[in-house]
């Protein structure tokens, strides 16, 4: 079997992952990453709602609440560096009832005493800057410094950053067993493939449980905390341009009206602790409620303009934010437990890993220069240029499905062109590109039609996934 000398082998290629991966790979250091699904951003991280917190509810305290609070500032220059769309959008936390402007009050002590500004306001007095808000408010809590940004494109802005500086990303590569002598790991096992480390990130999101006890390192225990969306199109109504939401309670912080960068809208999420970490299904009645409280925020949503539905797996732990050296395997960092603002943090928790590898003794060996920044998109995404329109809901090209799946980390399936450039994602979901997407997609990995790749599962355009053997 082959093998692969490396500085870190980085487990999971989800928002942390790749961003470790990347801040890794612009120290000067070899790095690869495994990943059991066959590609990046493929689990958790591609299913979120992508805020990028300022932390005015976070436990200043908290290694959570530091991150986050590191991170914010980070987001135009991060947007920048990796061509990624992001829009400081503020977040309005709306009272309609006097418990909710009690609560109001919890959440603007919170906003001081974490040092986040936010701006108190009656509901007549924002009328005219949020239109689409309910006549019932009584009072607003203005949150300006949070946002919102793509969280499929951050992911793969980290993944193709790191690539352009030598990373090597395995995927279809779960880790099935490591050698280890004495404390240190010095060898993970995959299907195909020998990794020889010097120092491992385990950053594997729902699965780091069962990796960490694959290194024989510590016992903890991951669970998927289950949270279902809906998607709605654009309307023809007032531009909902700030994130909504009521301020949070003993029952926690509920649904929420998100913009997103791409121009729709996310409602939701729910929260619910489960124990399948492969259960993405659906509940109409779920669903139903979602958008029967975000509709208290926003009278004017319409159910007509739901698009797609989905459900989203964030990984809960017995502790959150275990991000440390191992106490047990000297040569690896444990990045786990990162719950749903691993999006918001992401930038300080790649700073962090890095400090902890560097205190452990971690020098880079490559002698390859750095990049430090992606190269500006001349033909911008939904741009079609001289290139024919294939999405016409979304406005994408020809030229760039190409360059997604000739890219630094190139698109392998249909969803995988989805993910980076959202072909079929629009108001019709596919229903009238579907066919150009699979045509390129085929002339590339050259095979037949029927079986280009669709998804991770295992399906192809022409068998579905319960299909296959």
């Not at 991966?21 to 690869?32: M, N, Q």
């Amino acid at each position: 079997m082959k093998t692969l000398d490396v500085d870190v082998a980085v487990i999971g290629a989800g928002v942390i992952g790749c961003a470790i991966a990347a801040k890794l790979s612009t120290s000067g250091c070899e790095v690869c990453v495994l990943e059991r699904r066959a590609d990046v951003c493929d689990e958790t991280s591609k299913a979120t709602s992508a805020i990028t917190d300022s932390g005015w509810e976070s436990d200043p305290a908290s290694l959570e609440g530091q991150l986050i609070a590191r991170s914010s500032p980070q987001w135009e220059e991060i947007a920048a560096r990796l061509n990624v769309p992001f829009v400081r959008t503020g977040v309005l936390l709306v009272a309609s009832t006097p418990e909710q402007v009690t609560a109001l009050d919890h959440a603007s002590h919170a906003a001081a005493d974490n040092g986040v500004l936010a701006h108190r306001w009656s509901g007549a007095g924002f009328s005219e800057q949020a239109p689409y808000l309910g006549r019932d408010v009584l009072e607003v809590l203005e949150i300006p410094r949070d946002g919102v940004v793509d969280p499929v494109a951050l992911t793969v802005g980290y993944a193709r950053l790191a690539a352009r500086n030598g990373t090597r990303f395995l995927f279809s590569s779960p880790l099935q067993s490591a050698t280890l002598s004495g404390e240190r790991v010095v060898e993970l096992h995959t299907p195909r493939l020998v990794v020889r480390p010097r120092f491992v990130v385990n950053a594997a999101g729902l699965g780091a449980d069962d990796v960490s006890r694959n290194l024989a390192a510590e016992d903890f225990e991951v669970w998927p905390r289950r949270g279902e969306y809906l998607v709605l199109a654009p309307s023809s109504g007032p531009r909902i341009d700030r994130i909504i939401a009521r301020p949070p309670s003993d029952l926690g912080g509920g649904v929420m009206v998100i913009p997103t960068p791409a121009g729709r809208l996310l409602l939701g999420p729910t929260a619910e602790d489960g124990q399948d970490k492969r259960d993405v299904s659906t509940s109409t009645a779920t669903l139903d409620a979602v958008f029967a409280a975000c509709q208290t925020l926003v009278p004017g949503l319409r159910r007509e303009h739901a698009i797609a539905s989905f459900t989203g797996l964030r990984a809960s732990s017995d502790r959150t934010y275990r991000i440390e050296r191992s106490a047990i395997r000297t040569n690896l960092v444990q990045a786990c437990g990162i719950r749903s603002t691993g999006i918001a943090s992401s930038p300080a928790v790649a700073d962090l890993v890095h400090e902890l590898l560097v205190d452990a003794g971690l020098r880079g060996t490559s002698s390859r220069a750095t990049v430090e920044r992606l190269p500006l998109i001349t033909t911008p995404p939904g741009s079609a240029g001289c290139s024919p329109i294939v999405c016409a809901c979304q406005r994408v090209s020809t030229a760039e499905i190409r360059d997604a799946l000739t890219g630094d980390v190139p698109a392998r399936s249909v969803r995988g062109v989805a993910k980076r450039t959202g072909a079929t994602l629009g108001r019709c979901q596919g229903d009238d590109c579907l066919s150009m997407v699979v045509a390129l997609l085929t002339a590339e990995l050259d095979v037949a039609p029927w079986a280009a790749p669709f998804d991770d599962a295992g399906g192809t355009v022409g068998v579905a996934p319960s299909q296959v053997p």
